[in-house]
């Protein structure tokens, strides 16, 4: 209980940069999920969203942590699973977690009985989290708020891991997001198929199995080309799978 109310409270204190992916990355994930839509899911999802696309609304739940009234969501950007274990023996945050409000929106939005405004408000959650999940950081260990608190050079620049992950390596591309869209490739039926077989638990454990490789950091912590360099295509990776696997769960609701 002692871990689990540290690590909340570790937490409460990064919520403002905790931001997977930054606007770029969250906008990428939505653009590939459109370009992989059914098109009845692509009429019914116009509808809810009055015409926004999923790359747009897919930064909202970023946007709203300034307003009070959704406080309640700061904690499901994330879920803290220690090494060697599986989601479901962890101790659950009382406040909910990424991978619990992925289960929820989906199981919500598939019932079809809510309120065109609460339906609204899952889906927009439901991009935004999706994309949450596939940054390698938002599967903490426990022990450094997601890498928050492993402080770097960034370019010669003070910054922290998580900081990195999130916008550093992409934005250091300076790309638009439809740009980068383009980069991340074409995937075949094949590929599409196999992505969108897996669970959202999969998807975390994905995640977890990239911790060396996130953390296998220089002495002095000083990042630039070379950490961009051996780590970038797994950035491209994680948006495309997102995305992918988006659009399958949005096919599913609404296709």
Do not use: C
């Amino acid at each position: 209980m002692k871990k689990l109310l540290s690590t909340l409270l570790l937490a409460a204190l990064v919520t403002g940069q905790a931001f997977a992916w930054g606007q770029n990355g969250h906008r990428a994930v939505g653009l590939v999920a459109e370009q992989h839509l059914s098109k009845k899911a692509k009429r019914e999802i116009a509808k809810i969203l009055e015409g926004n696309s999923l790359a747009e609304v897919s930064v909202w739940m970023d946007d709203i942590r300034s307003d009070n009234a959704y406080d309640h969501t700061h904690d499901w950007h994330w879920v803290t699973i220690p090494g060697g274990m599986k989601y479901e023996q962890t101790e659950k945050n009382p406040n909910g977690d990424v991978i619990a409000k992925i289960e929820e929106a989906i199981s919500a939005l598939e019932a079809g009985n809510l309120p065109k405004e609460q339906q609204q408000e899952y889906l927009k959650y439901l991009v935004h989290m999706v994309g949450d999940l596939h940054q390698p950081l938002h599967v903490g260990t426990g022990d450094d708020m997601g890498g928050n608190a492993v402080k770097v050079e960034w370019f010669g620049k003070p910054s922290n891991l998580h900081s990195v992950w999130d916008s550093g390596m992409i934005d250091g591309k300076n790309l638009s997001y439809t740009e980068l869209t383009e980069f991340l490739g074409k995937p075949s039926k094949e590929q599409v198929k196999q992505l969108q077989s897996t669970s959202v638990r999969d998807w975390a454990h994905e995640s977890m199995t990239y911790r060396d490789q996130v953390y296998d950091l220089p002495e002095n912590g000083k990042l630039s080309y070379r950490y961009s360099y051996e780590n970038y295509d797994l950035v491209e990776q994680r948006l495309l799978e997102a995305g992918i696997r988006l659009a399958g769960i949005l096919n599913n609701i609404y296709g």
